[in-house]
């Protein structure tokens, strides 16, 4: 096998050092591995050096005398990944110690190769004490910044240790089926003979639940456009939409388009996809064209309609709007990271410009659903409380879903409830 251990240092030291999107950092790499094993730990190492970088960052404070993350944060965040070896992904001690000092040439800084080899073995010797003295705080036992740690525990007091323990759980994948290329049934039949193991989910109707991460881009099935990777908490957006045939849909804010592909995939309607980033517009068109589906995608700011709208009322709009990501954290790690406290009221304000833009391109009795991937009441029920009372003729509906929490008139469903993300539902129809 490859060595997977160096250039899964570089890409965590660009995400955590540098702030580049772990995302996007880790795909190039992924795609000059060869070996689905290769491409597998490296996913790993990635992922779960972004999930517990707080934690271990801080580690190496107490296990160096002189600290290498400005000098050489490569190599810091070589010695990241080793302590998460050993203490997440529980690889062998001598193998995970091995593969990391031998790392250390591979990225030509072998002469630190015995300092490399001295730190993770003394962590070995004295690990239970460097574990508890971690867990008496707070950002450093749940590898969360403090300031969202204080925030769910305010919002969320009952359900703030299962939060952050969903968050640092990896989260099980899942598929839509595209019920117009194939069936559910016939969609799981065929990632068995795949050697995949999947289980319909129990109330998402297009739903698959897969047992174990899997290299889905590279089957023929999602070649085909037979299925898509998306959570179930983003296919609850075409439910509560209330689709008919013939309609005419917003899909405001929409790249990728995995919720522009499951609103044609559910209804005949004319959808009008907006993206405001052209590089994300075509990400739409591209996943369209692989499931078979035709929409019109513009990119545009959803904000101004004036640009982009005929003037023709649309009968329904999905309005995802742009958020904190604070809900989906378990599948994107680096949002802990990255966002910091003063984004959530910035974010807040712009939630509130885009839905005061687009309700008037919202024909009588039509219905909007707003949706974020947030936890946050200032992102949530704050924004549609503040838009109800200066909007007499925005009435909110039931936002019925079989799982998660009433919100403020919306439905919030926090990570790992069912097995979803973190979603939040507002469902606003027009008098």
């Known amino acids: 096998m490859?060595?997977?251990?160096?250039?899964?240092?570089?890409?965590?030291?660009d995400v955590a050092l540098r702030g580049a999107s772990l995302r996007e950092r880790l795909?190039?790499?992924?795609?000059?591995?060869?070996?689905?094993?290769?491409?597998?730990?490296?996913?790993?190492?990635?992922?779960?050096?972004?999930?517990?970088?707080?934690?271990?960052?801080?580690?190496?404070?107490?296990?160096?005398?002189?600290?290498?993350?400005?000098?050489?944060?490569?190599?810091?965040?070589?010695?990241?990944?080793?302590?998460?070896?050993?203490?997440?992904?529980?690889?062998?001690?001598?193998?995970?110690?091995?593969?990391?000092?031998?790392?250390?040439?591979?990225?030509?800084?072998?002469?630190?190769?015995?300092?490399?080899?001295a730190v993770?073995?003394?962590?070995?010797?004295?690990?239970?004490?460097?574990?508890?003295?971690?867990?008496?705080?707070?950002?450093?036992?749940?590898?969360?910044?403090?300031w969202l740690v204080d925030a769910l525990v305010r919002e969320w007091p009952e359900q703030a240790d299962a939060l952050?323990?969903?968050?640092?759980?990896?989260?099980?994948?899942?598929?839509?089926?595209?019920?117009?290329?194939?069936?559910?049934?016939?969609?799981?039949?065929?990632?068995?003979?795949?050697?995949i193991d999947a289980l319909p989910h129990p109330w998402l109707r297009d739903a698959v639940v897969l047992d174990r991460h899997a290299d889905i881009a590279r089957l023929a099935g999602f070649g085909a456009g037979r299925f898509s990777v998306q959570d179930g908490a983003a296919q609850c957006a075409a439910d509560l939409l209330e689709l008919r045939d013939g309609q005419r849909v917003l899909d405001a804010c929409a790249a990728p388009g995995g919720k522009t592909g499951h609103i044609l995939e559910r209804s005949d309607v004319s959808v009008l996809a907006i993206e405001r980033d052209a590089r994300r517009a075509a990400s739409i068109r591209d996943n369209l064209a692989r499931l078979g589906l035709r929409a019109e995608v513009r990119t545009g700011d959803a904000g101004?309609?004036?640009?982009?709208?005929?003037?023709?009322?649309?009968?329904?709009?999905?309005?995802?709007?742009?958020?904190?990501?604070?809900?989906?954290?378990?599948?994107?790690?680096?949002?802990?990271?990255?966002?910091?406290?003063?984004?959530?009221?910035?974010?807040?304000?712009?939630?509130?410009?885009?839905?005061?833009?687009?309700?008037p391109v919202l024909a009588p009795r039509g219905r909007l659903?707003?949706?974020?991937?947030?936890?946050?009441?200032?992102?949530?029920?704050?924004?549609?409380?503040?838009?109800l009372e200066a909007h007499p003729d925005a009435r909110p509906q039931a936002c019925e879903l079989p799982a998660g929490h009433s919100?403020?008139?919306?439905r919030q469903l926090l990570p790992g409830n069912d097995g979803l993300d973190?979603?939040?539902?507002?469902?606003?129809?027009?008098?």
């Open 2 to 13: 490859t060595d997977t251990r160096a250039p899964a240092a570089e890409v965590l030291a």
């Open 27 to 117: 795909q190039p790499a992924q795609a000059r591995l060869t070996d689905p094993r290769d491409r597998a730990l490296l996913t790993a190492l990635c992922n779960e050096g972004a999930r517990w970088w707080l934690r271990f960052d801080r580690a190496l404070d107490d296990l160096l005398q002189k600290p290498l993350r400005q000098r050489e944060p490569v190599l810091h965040a070589l010695l990241v990944l080793g302590l998460v070896q050993l203490e997440v992904l529980h690889l062998p001690a001598h193998a995970a110690v091995a593969a990391t000092v031998e790392a250390t040439r591979t990225l030509g800084r072998g002469g630190f190769a015995k300092l490399a080899n």
């Open 120 to 146: 993770l073995r003394r962590w070995l010797r004295e690990r239970a004490a460097f574990n508890v003295r971690l867990d008496l705080d707070a950002t450093t036992r749940s590898a969360h910044p403090r």
């Open 164 to 195: 952050l323990a969903a968050n640092n759980a990896p989260a099980p994948p899942m598929l839509r089926v595209n019920t117009r290329r194939t069936t559910r049934d016939a969609a799981l039949s065929e990632l068995a003979e795949a050697g």
């Open 304 to 359: 101004a309609p004036d640009a982009w709208w005929d003037a023709r009322p649309f009968d329904r709009i999905l309005l995802d709007a742009p958020c904190s990501a604070t809900g989906v954290i378990r599948r994107h790690p680096d949002i802990k990271l990255h966002r910091r406290a003063g984004d959530i009221a910035t974010l807040a304000r712009g939630q509130r410009r885009l839905l005061d833009a687009l309700w």
């Open 369 to 387: 659903v707003y949706a974020t991937c947030s936890v946050l009441r200032e992102e949530n029920q704050s924004v549609v409380a503040s838009f």
């Open 407 to 410: 919100a403020g008139g919306g």
């Open 422 to 431: 973190g979603m939040y539902y507002a469902v606003l129809a027009k008098a």
